[in-house]
């Protein structure tokens, strides 16, 4: 698809004379996370100009040497190979995330880009006809964009049916609709922020973010450049967009530093990023640079790109000022192609390959996310641990270019120019809407079926026999397989391990963490005298215990209190985060509700405190260079005490072996036959742990603790499935059937 985009220089009198115009042919990819949260993932736009003839495009003229035909054309094989560089990097940071941990910038080189296409094209047209055919404009994004789009999101949720665990659907079909109707951003944006969805699987339509941001600004760009235009004020459009780039890029920073997570997905963190681009576009032809600042220019703009890309990483506080490095390096090199002599890049960045990559960016975009997801349960029970090998990455590589290659074809470049439906912008929308619909549907068949499973799975749970999870590693229990396949391997909401049973009631609200509820009371005792007093408190590594201290409760007719809060280490340290270094905002906070908490379980008079938390990734940083044993030994005492002062007992409950660390999230979903396959050594499923090291050597009869591993795990290694039960229900949590199955064993430490 050629695309022609003019660059004009910016005069307000009566005529504006293009100084130069610029054809440029415009695919569009985009990129990620991984969290990511991250990973985590990203996307681009396309400018198409279809229904632009040549007359309109007006007299290309060439300064300098000129590079070949297509040069002398007007074709930016800059631009094109900037996109191939983006879209490379993304698919690489997605495949192979250690080779290449920033290759997440690769979405703000296609929102530059996409800045500077969009904008030359809609200041064209204006300063032509003095106004602008909204409309049209949209239909054609319509029919550039969506069709390949809706292709690839419809055929995600069939495989989705026939490929993935259906505890997926619930949040496939919900990221579907948000993807197909352009708001993906934000249910990521919303969704980042709640500490349990670090630990989910990963959707087949996270990377529709960028599209989402890419549409939303198609909607509210043009309507900018119509309102600047009628302001009568010399360069009003060049200084209304720098005013907006810069109150958005001030608004990157400060949200950035807020909460990194969110501020990755909001559209108007990203706006300065396409205002570079429309800079470009409107005083980018008054700067012609002669070839040897040119030269330095795009060189500078390629180490910048390839730099970032290289030497960020999930730990870089991005977007934030280090988005700043990848978005400048782009505009400098389209700044730099304005002059059109020959450039030391030329040579690579017009080679076949290269302009290819270009060409396709926006489908294998498209494609190469689901593929990556789908993979390995299209080849479940051949992945030795879960996990792709690097043979079957690069083949996932190779299909995701043949796909987008087809899909140029016969859906972007057909659906473009297709006579019933670029005649009238009225077919247009209806096809939009009907697109739309068609994925609501499939989407909502998916759910159905969905909420059948659910109820399915809910009738099926139980208490299984004498071999059951963790009793078939009770010494002479003589099980004849207790590592062979679980009866499930799909967890659902009936493995859930948070839900506290109805007799808790409501949270108490003057408890709440950040407006959040965190605290709840339980009430087994039926008014019994003498009963109990007993709490269960931490982060989410004491909730996944939840389940066998309440069997245990409902038994022993105690008065149970919990008091959760994800992420957040139950200890007075000075915390830097989970995972990584978290916002400030969000550290301190954690650090007021621990001793609030704490203050409430002594002033309850307490009989026994169980409490976990995931101290080997929770970090403590006091700057005094002690190791975390250390800071987070005095930072438990001083709690413990208040609570074995208070009369308490103190348990601590060791953390389980790890999961997502050692082997494949999915391996036993992955390998249902043959669990075994995910079974890691002892030694690198259960490392040291600071808590686990501390209580051990705590001097006070008062302080015991509860370390179950010898029901994960044999002499050598531990396992995934423990008597016919799956151990975990996510990344690092177990799952509720089997926990319950080890309440016997708390029982015994309670009782010793």
């Known amino acids: 698809m050629w ?27 985009p990129p990620l996370p991984d969290r990511r949260p991250a990973s985590t993932v990203i996307g681009g736009g396309e400018t198409d100009l279809s229904t632009t003839t040549a007359a309109q495009l007006g007299e290309f003229r060439p300064s300098g040497n000129t590079v070949d035909k297509r040069e002398q054309n007007g074709f930016r094989t800059d631009v094109q190979a900037l996109r191939a560089v983006a879209v490379l990097a993304v698919v690489v940071n997605h495949l192979w995330p250690e080779s290449l941990t920033g290759g997440y910038v690769g979405v703000d080189v296609f929102f530059v880009i996409s800045g500077f296409l969009i904008t030359s094209h809609l200041d064209r047209e204006i300063m032509k006809t003095q106004r602008l055919r909204l409309l049209r404009f949209y239909a054609r994004r319509v029919r550039r964009l969506l069709p390949a789009a809706f292709l690839v999101i419809g055929l995600s949720v069939v495989a989705a049916y026939f490929l993935l665990p259906y505890p997926w659907w619930s949040s496939t079909t919900q990221e579907a609709v948000a993807s197909a109707t352009y708001w993906e951003n934000w249910l990521l944006a919303a969704n980042s922020v709640e500490y349990s969805n670090l630990t989910r699987a990963a959707s087949m339509f996270q990377h529709y973010w960028s599209l989402s941001v890419e549409e939303q600004f198609y909607l509210f760009w043009p309507l900018l450049l119509l309102l600047l235009y009628k302001v009568r004020v010399r360069r009003a459009k060049v200084i209304g967009i720098a005013v907006a780039g810069a109150a958005s890029f001030a608004f990157c920073v400060v949200f950035t530093d807020l909460s990194k997570s969110q501020a990755y997905f909001a559209t108007p963190v990203r706006v300065w990023e396409f205002a570079i681009g429309a800079l470009i576009a409107l005083a980018g032809a008054r700067i012609v640079l002669p070839a040897i600042l040119a030269n330095l220019a795009s060189f500078a703009g390629v180490v910048m790109i390839v730099g970032s890309a290289f030497g960020y990483d999930h730990h870089t506080n991005f977007p934030g000022w280090a988005a700043l490095v990848p978005s400048a390096g782009t505009g400098l090199i389209i700044l730099a192609g304005t002059h059109t002599a020959r450039q030391w890049h030329t040579p690579v960045s017009a080679l076949r390959p290269v302009q290819f990559a270009g060409n396709i960016s926006y489908s294998l975009y498209l494609w190469h996310w689901p593929l990556i997801v789908l993979a390995p349960f299209a080849l479940r029970g051949a992945l030795a641990d879960g996990r792709l090998t690097p043979q079957l990455k690069a083949g996932v590589l190779v299909i995701s270019v043949a796909l987008a290659w087809v899909t140029k074809l016969l859906v972007e470049d057909r659906f473009r120019t297709w006579a019933p439906i670029a005649r009238s912008s009225r077919l247009t929308f209806t096809g939009m809407i009907a697109g739309m619909a068609a994925v609501a549907v499939a989407a909502g068949v998916l759910n159905w079926t969905y909420d059948r499973h659910v109820a399915q799975a809910a ?42 049973p109805e007799e808790c009631g409501d949270p108490v609200a003057e408890f709440d963490f950040d407006g959040q509820p965190s605290t709840r009371y339980c009430d087994f005792s039926l008014n019994a005298p003498g009963h109990k007093v007993v709490w269960l408190v931490g982060d989410s590594h004491a909730q996944q215990w939840l389940g066998p201290i309440v069997d245990l409760a409902k038994e022993r007719q105690w008065e149970l209190k919990i008091s959760f809060q994800g992420g957040c280490p139950f200890a007075r340290i000075q915390y830097r985060g989970y995972q990584d270094t978290w916002p400030e905002s969000l550290t301190q ?116 603790f509860v370390d179950l591993t010898d029901y994960f795990c044999d002499e050598r290694k531990c396992y995934a499935v423990v008597g016919n039960v799956a151990v975990y229900f996510d990344a690092n949590h177990m799952n509720l059937d089997f926990s319950r199955t080890l309440r016997p064993m708390i029982a015994s430490v309670v009782d010793s």
């Open 589 to 704: 906070r954690c650090m007021a509700w621990t001793p609030r908490i704490a203050d409430l379980i002594a002033s309850s008079k307490p009989d026994i405190v169980f409490t976990s938390f995931f101290a080997r990734q929770e970090y403590a940083d006091d700057h005094s260079g002690r190791s975390q044993t250390e800071q987070y030994r005095e930072g438990v005492q001083r709690y413990w005490h208040k609570w074995t002062d208070a009369g308490a007992r103190v348990i601590w409950l060791v953390d389980p072996p790890l999961n997502k660390d050692v082997r494949a999230v999915d391996c036993v979903t992955l390998n249902p036959r043959t669990p075994l396959k995910c079974a890691v050594e002892r030694t690198q499923a259960q490392p040291p742990d600071p808590l686990t090291d501390i209580v051990k050597s705590y001097n006070d009869p008062n302080v015991a």
């Open 459 to 500: 009738l099926e749970m139980g208490t299984g026999g004498p071999c059951h999870g963790a009793a078939a590693r009770v010494k002479g229990a003589n099980c004849p397989d207790p590592f062979g396949p679980a009866k499930n391997v799909n967890m659902g909401p009936a493995n859930e391990y948070w839900n506290p």
């Open 3 to 29: 695309i022609g985009c003019s660059v004009h220089s910016v005069r307000w009198d009566a005529q504006v004379v293009a100084r130069q115009r610029v054809l440029i042919r415009f695919s569009a990819g």
